[in-house]
């Protein structure tokens, strides 16, 4: 894309845009944070329910408490849903971006109103390719929010988180071969090499095979862990990559795409935290 894409640093719709960003950020988080407090004020575990309302939203934590109400009875209902409603209800919420999206088509296939707008092809692979990052950066979420929680069972999701992203990337990508390019090999090569932030993309998802293929227990126990979890640490540089197609393919730098960008900040800052205090941490003295 070339430099004239971009505005100028001084445009103030770029500041303001990273302003309203920024104060989105800060605004979910002090939301979060109601729950949290009515939890603590009924001796309930405020960590739980401030990790649900930063992934969730407030509603949900507000939500978790009148349904849990007694500190007695939150261990049963954590564990009860841990173990039979937590892969059930990730599912039918990774699965519902693809519904809306069929559902679109289906108004529009019946000439019916829809919100697709006048092109569909454009609106189809966007709509594919921010769901792909938002799921990707939902991924990302897992660790930290289980951190915060001292959930362990969020852990069980991840690979199908992973494999969510995966799958929205990939129709992410045949969307825009089939309907902007009418299935055009010559002019998809044409456009990776010409237009760098659909090489990063292309990039992204390549890098993203890999992850997809090894994420199954066969994979872990033939590998071994420890390779297997080197091999899953591109989930870091691809999610760089898919930020930065995402930042590059808009005209102006605004909305969603700092958006993704600043989420992304703030998850890779949390692993290097993470990282920085083990290595910190002093060594235990052993007998």
Do not use: C
């Not at 739980?48 to 408490?65: E, W």
């Not at 659909?198 to 090894?214: E, R, V």
């Amino acid at each position: 894309m070339e430099l004239s894409a971009f505005p100028s640093a001084a445009d103030p719709s770029t500041e303001s845009g990273l302003l309203m960003t920024l104060a989105w950020l800060i605004a979910w988080v002090a939301a979060a944070g109601v729950p949290a407090v009515i939890a603590y004020a009924m001796r309930l575990n405020a960590r739980v329910y401030f990790g649900a309302s930063l992934a969730l939203s407030p509603v949900a934590g507000l939500l978790m408490i009148a349904l849990i109400r007694k500190p007695q009875n939150e261990a049963p209902a954590l564990r009860l849903f841990g173990k039979r409603w937590l892969k059930p209800t990730a599912l039918l919420i990774l699965i519902a971006p693809f519904a809306w999206l069929a559902y679109q088509w289906t108004l529009m296939l019946a000439g019916q109103p829809n919100d697709m707008g006048w092109n569909v092809g454009q609106w189809t692979h966007r709509y594919l390719g921010d769901t792909a990052i938002r799921v990707l950066l939902a991924t990302l979420l897992v660790s930290p929010i289980r951190d915060i929680m001292g959930w362990a069972p969020l852990a069980l999701i991840r690979r199908r988180v992973g494999l969510a992203a995966f799958f929205y990337a990939a129709l992410h990508l045949l969307a825009y071969f089939w309907l902007d390019r009418n299935w055009s090999i010559s002019g998809l090569i044409e456009d990776v090499t010409l237009r760098t932030y659909i090489m990063l993309g292309m990039a992204a998802l390549t890098l993203m095979i890999p992850l997809a293929i090894t994420s199954n227990n066969t994979s872990i126990k033939k590998l071994g862990r420890k390779v297997w979890d080197r091999i899953h640490w591109l989930i870091f540089p691809l999610a760089i990559l898919a930020i930065g197609h995402n930042l590059l393919m808009v005209k102006a730098i605004d909305g969603a795409p700092i958006l993704h960008a600043m989420i992304l900040a703030l998850l890779l800052g949390w692993r290097m935290a993470m990282w920085t205090r083990g290595k910190l941490k002093p060594a235990v003295a052993t007998a």
